[in-house]
């Protein structure tokens, strides 16, 4: 596999060949699973193909990352042992003293992570309201704040941010902007063509899509920046690392990628308008319906869909929410996203205090069914209210 090749050869199939990668030895077209953690240096000492030890470098894992960085178009990237592992990375890899501008509106595990951990390390964090740049505006200071972390669609209510928009306003000021483009994927968005830095994923959800493995991954639009080099260190230092098993699994399940996520999408905007036209239904959150406040950025920077992650209110409260969540039949009733199946789940007893989510909204994750059989299952949760 080329740089060539990946120039000459669209998104989707690179992602369906994983690069082409044969084995060398034997021919296979799907590469085997490298378990060795310790790789023997040549009679000159050198290192074989870079590699010593499989906490810097272990050829599945590589394998991955290579893929990712080709679906981002970016330089670089890293697999890490989950979604918050690798989100935070970039807020451990910066020192006592800097500053991050926060949106507030995100994964609620990022948050608390910096209201538990982040503060006491020194990092100034200033928040603002996801959706209105010019709260983005005024926290920015020059020189002090390093990242803008932002999170589009965002947890839970799929607030669209105009990435170009913040990626400007964050450059001027000197900072870095790294994009959660978790729910987005690279199908929809690819965030370093419209001015990243840092591109992270929750690869436990569309990029595997099985819900049967947790991977992280973050990819750089530029791999010689000392913040990148910094990342690399924590991940070797402090070692939350991808195994082999799962690297494999997650370069498999990227394999379908490009098939899943439209099927996704497209059941979630049918969902989302059946459910923005019912009588029980206070309100549907969704980038796809024309009355999302976000919906003109979400039509410029997502291509060919939304995404396959909605909500909606129920009238009244918690009591009320887990009603109609307690009847579900085709959906799990599960937290977690992005896979085959469809989840739904009251979000706010997934989350911790640090949220101000509504305890009357449930979260829909759409997987690949036929959205008649999804619809019908909310038709008869609707109807016990
Ligand atoms: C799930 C999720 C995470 C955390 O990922 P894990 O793989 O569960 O550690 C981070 N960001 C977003 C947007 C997520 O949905």
Wanted: net charge negative; hydrophobic share 40%; glycine share 8%.
């Amino acid at each position: 596999m080329t740089d060539d090749y990946i120039r000459r050869n669209a998104p989707e199939t690179l992602a369906a060949q994983a690069l082409g990668l044969e084995d060398a030895e034997t021919g296979a077209v799907v590469p085997p699973i490298h378990v060795a953690t310790t790789f023997a240096r040549g009679e000159d000492y050198e290192k074989t193909q870079g590699r010593s030890y499989i906490r810097d470098h272990g050829p599945s894992q590589q394998h991955a990352e290579q893929v990712i960085a080709a679906l981002e178009g970016g330089a670089e990237a890293l697999t890490f042992a989950s979604g918050i592992a690798a989100c935070t990375a970039p807020f451990h890899a910066l020192k006592s003293g800097d500053g991050v501008a926060v949106s507030r509106t995100i994964y609620h595990g990022v948050l608390t992570w910096l209201e538990v951990f982040g503060v006491e390390r020194g990092l100034h964090i200033d928040y603002f309201d996801t959706g209105d740049l010019e709260q983005l505006g005024d926290i920015l200071r020059h020189g002090r704040t390093k990242l803008v972390w932002l999170e589009t669609p965002a947890n839970p209510t799929w607030v669209i941010t105009d990435i170009a928009r913040a990626a400007e306003m964050a450059h001027e000021a000197g900072a870095v902007v790294a994009v959660d483009s978790t729910a987005a994927t690279p199908v929809l968005t690819r965030p370093i063509e419209l001015g990243a830095d840092i591109v992270c994923h929750s690869a436990t959800k569309f990029l595997n899509g099985h819900s049967d493995v947790i991977a992280g991954v973050l990819v750089t639009a530029d791999a010689t920046t000392e913040l990148w080099d910094r990342i690399r260190q924590h991940r070797i230092y402090a070692g939350p690392v991808l195994g082999s098993f799962e690297a494999y699994l997650l370069t498999r399940g990227m394999r379908t990628l490009f098939l899943r996520v439209p099927k996704q999408c497209e059941n979630a905007l049918i969902v989302a308008r059946y459910l923005d036209t019912h009588p029980n239904v206070e309100a549907v959150h969704y980038p796809g319906l024309q009355n999302f406040p976000g919906h003109e950025i979400a039509m410029r920077q997502m291509q060919g869909g939304f995404g396959g992650m909605l909500s909606f209110q129920v009238p009244g409260g918690r009591a009320e929410a887990i009603k109609v969540a307690s009847h579900a039949r085709l959906f799990k009733r599960a937290t977690s996203l992005g896979g085959v199946e469809s989840l739904l789940e009251h979000r706010k007893s997934s989350e911790s205090d640090v949220t101000d989510t509504p305890e009357n909204l449930i979260r829909v994750s759409t997987g690949i069914e036929n959205p008649d059989d999804l619809m019908a299952d909310l038709e008869q949760m609707l109807s016990v209210l």
